[in-house]
Structure formats: C-alpha cells, structure tokens
C-alpha cells in the first residue's frame, strides 16, 4: 500500500511539472516588437543606433510562430473530391492588410451568415449565390491558407493581429513573417515639428501610441502542425524608404494622379522599413510522403520592371533547390506586366533613347506599308497579353514581359529532380480549360481568371490581372495539382469587396495513384 502511494505520489509530481513546463512555454514565438519610440527614431534617422539597427534586422528576418491549434487537438479536415480521396486543400489570398478582417474570418468560418449577409446585397442574383455558397464551401475546407499583405498593429486595420485573430477564431496554427515597417505617417508628422515625447499623449500624428506596432507581412495558417520556419529575404528591386522619402517628380504625380481618377486606387507615399520576402513554412503532414510538405509563400516586387521580379524568383528557387519533399509555393507574384518603376521625364526618355528595341521596332512601323502599323500591333500584344503573363514573347514587336518568370519557373529542377507541374492537363482542370499552369490556376475563357481587380475598370478592357499564383511539385502519383480555382464571387459578395485580390484555391491528394481514378469524374465547375 505504501509503494502504490509513493508511486502515485511521483506520477502526480510528474504530471505537475510537466503542466508547470508547459504552462510556461510560450504560446507564439517570435522577435521583440518595437516600440513606439523606436519606430519614430527609425522614421527620420537614417542609419539607426546599432542596437536598435540589430532590433529591426531581427523582426525582418524571424517569423512569429504559433503551434496553439495543435497543442489543442486541432486537426486537418482532409476535404474529399469524388475519384480523389482525401485531398490537402490550399488557399491563397492577398487580403490587402486585412482591412475588411471580420468579414474575411466569416468567409472562413460561417457560411450561413456570410451567405445570408450576401443575399441583402441587391447585386446578388440567384445564379450568383448559388456560385458564392460553393466558393465558401471550397475555402471553408482549406487545411492550409496562404496570406499576403497582413497587418499587425496597423490603424488602418483597428489595430489588430490580423493573422492572430484569425488563427484563433479558426483554431490554425500560423506562420507570421513581417515584410515592412510602415513608418509613413511618422515621418510625415515628423518633417513638420520637432521630435516628440510620446508619453501621456492619446495620439501622435493620429496614431495611438500604445497599439501602433506598425508591420506588414505574409503569413501561413494550416490545421497542420508546424515544424519550422524562416523568412527568405528577396533582393530588393526598389528602396521604400529612401526612394519614398524623395520629391515625387511630377510624371510621377501625374501617374499617381491619373491611376486615381480613372481606376478609384489611391497610390500614396509609403515610407517604410523593409523588403520584398518569402515565408518557407514545414508542415507535418503524416499522410503525405515522407511526412512533411514545405510551403513557399513569396511577395515579389510591384515597384519595378519585370526584369527584376525575375531575379526574385530566380534566387527564390535556388533558395528552395534543396527541398526533396513535397513543394508549393503560392503567393503574389505581381505579374502585372507593366514597368512600375517611380519615374521622370528623364528616365523615361533614356528608357527609349537606350532601347534599341524601340528603335528597330519604331522603323519597322515607319516602313511598313500599313496605316498606323504601330497602333494595331499594340492592340494586338495588349489582347495576347491580357490576362495571360505566359503568353508568347516576341521581343521585338510582341513582348511579353513576364514570360521570362514563368519559362525561369517551368525548367527549374529541384536537386532531387523534381519539378513544379506546369502541363495543364483538361481533365484535371477547373471547366475542361487545359494548357500551361491550367492545374493550378483556373483559366477563362482569354487566358487566366484574373485574381486583382481595380474598383473601377476603363470599359471593363483594363484594370484586372493575374497576379496570384500556384506552382505545385508533387512527390510521385501523391499531392499531384487538380482543380485550380479563382473564387471572384466570394470576394466581391458582400456590399464592399473583402479584397482587391481574389482567394485562390488547388485540391491535392494525399493518396498515391488516386489520380487515375479520377480521371473518370472529371469536375466540370
């Protein structure tokens, strides 16, 4: 009797110390944030002390991670399509800071009130409910959501841990990686008085100084357990603190100007700390081979010219070369196919008087015998183009400046001799529309489901791209891409549209070889 209650007796010590243990771990690891004072030291002062240099360094290149879900018994819902068996179901979505946050976490979470929130919407028709509830079917079953743009601590989002707060409320893990310090507001308040003590102040410069973290980034939410994560860097293609500090010229502002009257976008200054990155993320996933599957969620540059995104993705896949297992990387590309460098008059005249494209296709034009040859033949290219970033390049007359990116990404060979699927098989797509990418991304009648659009487009012939994509690399007959889907009608349900991007979706299934069984339920949706 005696040794049965020294041994209940150490069990109960036991299991104290291992609760004491537990209760004592942190629920989200990450760096230390910066404080207010902080952020309005590194809003003027050019090069910041070293310790609050090496502070910043720390919170641009450490993710925030949380395992909470799982430590709760959280787990995935493992969707099933008809042939296909269980499936590991990814979202992505650029939430555009999470502005419109609790509408995004009822899109996720409950659909019947989303649903009945979208029928009092008088622009709602029968047909289109019917396509809503199905696309809010589909994003409720993700086990993975890839996020872009994600604020923490930001005015314009209720000062909210947007990633956080979703997490919780949908009981997911996540991976938080902070792409900018948004110090605009600070530095604009700044120019005009001296440096302020922000202590016993309700407000400076409109900001709340006890909530104001002020970050950006991307972020990871899975049902699935998290192994590790780190935060990639990508070389920077523009300085948005020094180059946003600078006197706008007036090409420029005339360029804000007009993407503000014709297309209802407000493109203000944006002095911040940071740069373009990408989240690699492990995720434990039994059912998969080898167990794990790497997500890759990268945000490549706007502000520059396709040239340069090329260079990202070119160092994002050497960066990923090593990874044997399953691979997918989703996020935004901004393959918008435009120069969105800031400019001047200046540049834009050495960008022509440099370019001995547009002198060879200038003559072309001069000599061609058909009226306004260079008008149609920039008609045409623009129709090629529209929608579609892998159509053909025709240097010269028909570029395409984008194509580089994609044809970098389809000969890409991981060292294990894997690859990203690109071939767009029509029985594995999304309404039968095969060719390039087609797997992964659903494609429209005129190249891609565009995934951006503006708030008001010119006639409904510009102003909506493609710019957020999935590439998957399989492992074998398992986690091969199927039904790649743009969920536009869930994103523009509701009286305001939750996002200027739509959530996208791709359907992979954990079970070897259940791909040819579903060869014969082709889904048509």
Not at 32 to 53: D, G, H, S, V, Y
Not at 156 to 170: H, I, K
Not at 204 to 213: E, I, N, Q, S, V
Not at 474 to 480: H, M, V
Request: charged fraction near 25%; hydrophobic fraction near 40%; charge should be positive.
């Amino acid at each position: 009797m005696i040794t049965y209650l020294r041994a209940s007796a150490a069990l109960l010590v036991i299991l104290a110390c291992t609760s004491i243990g537990r209760a004592e771990e942190p629920a989200v690891t990450g760096p230390p944030k910066l404080t207010f004072e902080e952020l309005l030291r590194l809003a003027l002062n050019e090069e910041p002390p070293p310790a609050l240099a090496d502070k910043l360094h720390r919170l641009l290149n450490e993710p925030f991670i949380s395992n909470e879900a799982a430590s709760s018994g959280a787990g995935p819902l493992k969707p099933a399509e008809r042939g296909l068996g269980p499936l590991l179901r990814v979202a992505e979505w650029n939430i555009a800071r999470g502005v419109h946050e609790p509408e995004i976490e009822m899109s996720l979470s409950r659909t019947e009130e989303f649903l009945e929130t979208a029928r009092r919407n008088r622009r709602n028709n029968g047909a289109k409910l019917v396509h809503i509830q199905k696309e809010l079917e589909i994003l409720r079953d993700a086990d993975v959501i890839i996020l872009n743009e994600v604020d923490m601590g930001m005015r314009r989002s209720g000062y909210r841990d947007v990633v956080r707060t979703l997490a919780e409320a949908l009981h997911f893990n996540y991976v938080y990686g902070v792409e900018f310090v948004e110090l605009n507001r600070l530095y604009l308040g700044q120019k005009h008085m001296n440096f302020p003590a922000s202590q016993g102040n309700p407000e400076t410069f409109g900001l709340d100084p006890k909530r104001y973290l002020g970050l950006e980034g991307n972020a990871v939410l899975s049902r699935y357990p998290i192994r590790g994560a780190r935060i990639v860097p990508l070389p920077p293609c523009y300085d948005w603190f020094y180059g946003e500090m600078q006197q706008l010229s007036d090409l420029e502002s005339a360029r804000r100007w007009s993407a503000e009257k014709l297309f209802a976008e407000r493109i203000r200054r944006q002095v911040r700390r940071g740069q373009r990155m990408a989240l690699l993320v492990d995720l434990e996933t039994p059912d998969a081979p080898g167990g794990q599957v790497t997500i890759v969620a990268p945000h490549l540059e706007d502000y520059c010219r396709p040239r340069c995104r090329q260079r990202q993705m070119s160092y994002l896949l050497d960066g990923v070369k090593g990874i044997a297992n399953p691979v997918i990387l989703g996020g935004d590309l901004n393959t918008n196919n435009h120069d969105g460098t800031p400019t001047s008059v200046r540049r834009e005249l050495l960008k022509r008087i440099l370019n001995y494209h547009f002198w060879i296709r200038e003559s072309i034009y001069f000599l061609a015998p058909v009226p306004f040859a260079g008008v149609i033949s920039t008609a045409v290219n623009f129709v090629k183009n529209y929608h579609d970033p892998t159509a053909l390049n025709m240097r010269i007359l028909t570029p395409n400046h984008e194509k580089r990116l994609f044809q970098t990404s389809r000969n890409f060979r991981f060292a294990d001799g894997g690859a990203f699927e690109f071939r767009g098989r029509k029985r594995r797509t999304t309404g039968h529309k095969g060719r390039t990418l087609a797997e992964t991304n659903q494609r429209a009648w005129k190249g891609f489901a565009p995934t951006f659009v503006f708030r008001r487009t010119f006639l409904h012939l510009v102003g909506s791209y493609k710019l957020d994509w999935f590439f998957v690399k399989p492992s074998g007959q398992a986690l091969t891409p199927y039904y790649g889907r743009t969920l536009r009608n869930l994103n523009s349900a509701l009286e305001e549209r939750l996002s200027d991007h739509a959530p996208i979706t791709v359907d992979l299934p954990l079970v070897q070889g259940a791909n040819r069984a579903a060869e014969k339920y082709p889904a048509v949706r």
